[in-house]
Nanobody
Framework: QVQLVESGGGLVHPGGSLRLSCAAS????????MHWYRQAPGKQRELVAS???????NYVDFVKGRFTISRDNAKNTLYLQMNSLKPEDTAVYYC?????????WGQGTQVTVSS
């Protein structure tokens, strides 16, 4: 079973940056698509960004121009670079990997944006 482990979350001031990582116990080349989601307390989980096995990316409107999703296949790691962070970005961030017959989620990493 593939394990996904997020890291890099923490407390940051508004306008600051964080780089989240999602390390996989197996090859991420096997995933057709990978995603970052986030969930704030009391709110539904929402998609943030996606990246295909070929490197094509998609972003929701509220993070466009601020967040960048990327993957390093050699390191079996998914990344989310977050710049110009806002308090409303505060949430638990989850990575997800999908391939035919398999859907894997990490346990999440907390991001808190506060002064």
């Amino acid at each position: 079973q593939v394990q996904l482990v997020e890291s890099g979350g923490g407390l940051v001031h508004p306008g600051g940056s964080l780089r989240l990582s999602c390390a996989a116990s197996g090859s991420i080349r096997s995933f057709n698509i990978m995603h970052w989601y986030r969930q704030a307390p009391g709110k539904q989980r929402e998609l943030v960004a996606s990246i295909s096995s070929g490197g094509s990316t998609n972003y929701v409107d509220f993070v466009k121009g601020r967040f960048t999703i990327s993957r390093d296949n050699a390191k079996n790691t998914l990344y989310l670079q977050m710049n110009s962070l806002k308090p409303e970005d505060t949430a638990v961030y989850y990575c997800r990997g999908f391939r035919l017959g398999s859907d894997y989620w990490g346990q999440g990493t907390q991001v808190t944006v506060s002064s």
